[in-house]
């Protein structure tokens, strides 16, 4: 935003500088300048008048009017008695030949000469005159206000479109980060164009296809339900009638699969709960460590038995305010993953910091690649598929975790244990 400020006041800057020159080669340039012309016929009406004085009345009567008008008009009267006196230019331009006997230099000086005398004469502005002085800053001050009022004009322009684009920029951010609510100010004094107007149809019509995806998800979730329990119901039935070993292990595998399947959608209907923003978390402060050396029997057993579980606190109570159910979710899903893919050892520590504690999870496994490690919170995002063929599980575990740490203003991350050189997760939480 501040990048096209700066821009748009460069721009301004150097077309009223391209103006000016433009201004300048136009009308002293290419064409007559007609001030000057003026100027030239009243030079030559003065020549001849004087012309007339000092033939009638005599050289010294046209010298004296010279004096006079000089003062009069704030000029610096001179006389050269010779044409050595002169400068180069002005000797050339009042040669004989010319008929006007006038000449204006660079400076606006006026040369000129009487027919009949040698002497020539100059009139040149008088630069200490207080009245030059005053129509030399009238003249700036008509350029300088120009400039300001182009760049008072230029800011107030600038102003109201940047004023616009951050108002329309928010809705975006807001609407970016998760608030599908988010609507840009279609009142004319806020809006671009027709764009705050395009924003809006495009939220409302994301927001309604993102609720109806979800709405969808739980729908199906929810009817699938009752159809899996039956057949899961109808399977152990069947299980209890006289059955060949044969007919046990596949009725033994439907009645694994349909557990699976119960599972996912347990899963899916959590995923999909904590996506609704209605969710209400029950926060209670408490100290970690206990919720963690109570879970750690049950992560004792879970673990395969080659897994070496190592805990460790960097503080003897670590105290959050959080929900306690959806925390343990959260833990249990992390260490989980790292029950799956480790080798032989899992450490947890956790660590308490100035406002937020650290809880960090490593393993010895195969580690997440860089290419996976942006997606793998995302929802149904299962890395190296055929590598962790009958470890992956649904790929909705760490997108669950994720949503409980955004619920509780933290966050989770991945990167490469150090110590362990497998995964190691990392889940900040403030405490307060
Ligand atoms: N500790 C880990 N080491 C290596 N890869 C991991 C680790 N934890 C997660 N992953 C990778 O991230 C993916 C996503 O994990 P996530 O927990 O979301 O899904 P899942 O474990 O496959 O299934 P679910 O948790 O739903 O049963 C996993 O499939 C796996 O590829
Ligand atoms: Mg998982």
Redesign the pocket.
């Known amino acids: 935003m501040r990048r096209i400020f700066v821009e748009s006041l460069l721009v301004l800057f150097i077309c009223f500088i391209v103006a000016v020159f433009a201004y300048e080669w136009l009308v002293y340039g290419i064409t007559t300048d007609y001030e000057f012309l003026l100027e030239d016929y009243e030079a030559m009406a003065h020549q001849q008048l004087l012309q007339n004085i000092a033939d009638n009345q005599g050289i010294e009567a046209a010298k004296s009017a010279m004096q006079q008008f000089s003062t009069q008009t704030e000029q610096l009267f001179t006389i050269y008695h010779s044409v050595a006196q002169l400068p180069a230019s002005v000797a050339t331009a009042l040669n004989q030949s010319n008929p006007t006997r006038i000449f204006f230099d660079d400076n606006r000086t006026l040369w000129f000469k009487l027919t009949g005398y040698a002497a020539f004469f100059s009139y040149t502005p008088d630069s200490q005159s207080i009245i030059r002085a005053k129509v030399e800053l009238e003249n700036n001050l008509f350029l300088i206000f120009l400039a300001i009022s182009f760049v008072i004009f230029g800011l107030i322009n600038i102003f109201l479109i940047y004023r616009r684009v951050r108002l329309l920029e928010q809705a975006t951010i807001r609407f970016a980060q998760g608030d599908l609510a988010s609507r840009a100010d279609t009142s004319g004094s806020s809006s671009l164009g027709t764009l705050n107007r395009t924003f809006n149809d495009m939220a409302s019509r994301i927001m309604h296809l993102v609720e109806s995806n979800r709405a969808l998800t739980n729908a199906v979730a929810h009817e699938m339900r009752t159809p899996i329990f039956r057949i899961q119901w109808q399977a152990e039935l069947l299980k209890e009638t006289a059955l060949n070993s044969e007919q046990m292990s596949t009725i033994q595998e439907v009645i694994a699969d349909t557990e699976e399947m119960e599972q996912m959608i347990d899963?899916l209907l959590h995923y999909t709960k904590l996506e609704n923003s209605g969710q209400r978390l029950v926060m209670e402060k408490f100290d970690l460590s206990a919720l963690i050396n109570r879970a750690k029997h049950r992560w004792q057993k879970e673990r395969r038995h080659n897994i070496a579980l190592d805990i460790r606190f960097n503080s003897s109570k670590v105290f959050v305010i959080a929900d306690k159910k959806l925390l343990t979710r959260a833990l249990d899903?992390?260490i989980?993953?790292?029950f799956?893919?480790?080798k032989s050892k899992v450490r947890v520590v956790c660590s308490e910091q100035n406002n937020h504690i650290e809880i960090f999870i490593h393993?010895d496994?195969?580690?997440?690649d860089k290419k996976?490690k942006t997606h793998?919170?995302e929802p149904f995002?299962?890395?190296?598929q055929a590598r962790?063929k009958g470890v992956?599980?649904?790929?909705?575990?760490?997108?669950i975790v994720q949503k409980i740490c955004e619920q509780h203003r933290g966050s989770i991350t991945v990167s490469d244990s150090e110590e362990f050189g497998?995964?190691l997760?990392t889940l900040k939480l403030p405490t307060s």
């Not at 992956?392 to 997108?399: D, F, K, R």
């Open positions: 899963e899903n992390v989980r993953n790292a799956k893919f480790a393993d496994g195969p580690g997440v996976h793998i919170f995002y299962v890395a190296d962790n992956s599980g649904y790929g909705l575990g760490l997108s497998g995964a997760f």
